[in-house]
């Protein structure tokens, strides 16, 4: 058992260190990268397709699956430049398939759209400068309670598929008040993928946040 922890230990100190260079050269670049984070089927790239038209800088976007591109020609399809990443298994993205995909990009925004889990992906730092969970109404409100250390380090939550609220048992207090007990600082801001509700709100964090230290 200790032998698994060091090299578990190992592999995580390994990940930081690189995670943590990738981050300063962004940095030096100008560019502000978000890790998203959530389940199969929350709508994250549906978030993306709302969300990015609202940024004035350019972006650029990552799609992390285990298989297929599906994603990814979304977005090249709105007009948005994409790569695809195919862990074929693996439950998160590394620091190092990130920059061995990432083509030269100054001056603007990265989005990671990391695999669908609620655990391992919240574990791994990939050199983002802000964690984005998008968990939704449909799923039911005890997910700050049963997965912490998702909603423990981020730093922008985004509930999706608000306009189901009223068909389905979630309760919103019950909820914010989860969230809160884990950290006391990230909005919680409602959103829609379907109409566009709430992404201007979100956009303009997003510029505060990064135009503050990055861009």
Known sequence: MSTKVDIYENVLNQNERLAGEFNQKLSGDGVFFINILWSPGAGKTTCL?????????????IEGDIESDIDTVK????????????????CHLETPQITSILPEFKE?????????????????LIGEHIKLLI??????????????????????????????LPY?????????AGVRRL?????????CGK????????????????????L
């Open 195 to 214: 109409t566009g509700q709430g992404f201007r709100e979100a956009a303009e964090w997003i510029l505060e946040r990064s135009g503050k230290k990055y």
């Open 108 to 124: 603007g925004f990265l989005f990671v759209e990391n695999i669908g889990n609620l655990v391992c992906p919240a574990e791994f």
């Open 168 to 176: 389905v048992d979630f309760d919103i207090d019950y909820f914010s």
């Open 75 to 90: 977005m090249r399809d709105s007009g948005i430049p994409a790569v695809q990443i195919n862990t074929e298994g693996a």
């Open 49 to 61: 397709l709302n969300l990015i038209p609202l940024l004035p800088q350019q972006s650029f976007v």
């Open 135 to 164: 968990p939704t109404v449909v799923e039911g409100s005890d997910k700050p309670y049963k997965y912490p250390l998702a909603f423990e380090k981020a730093d922008l939550i985004l509930l999706n598929k608000i306009d189901l």
């Open 183 to 191: 950290n006391p600082d990230a909005p919680i801001l409602q959103v």
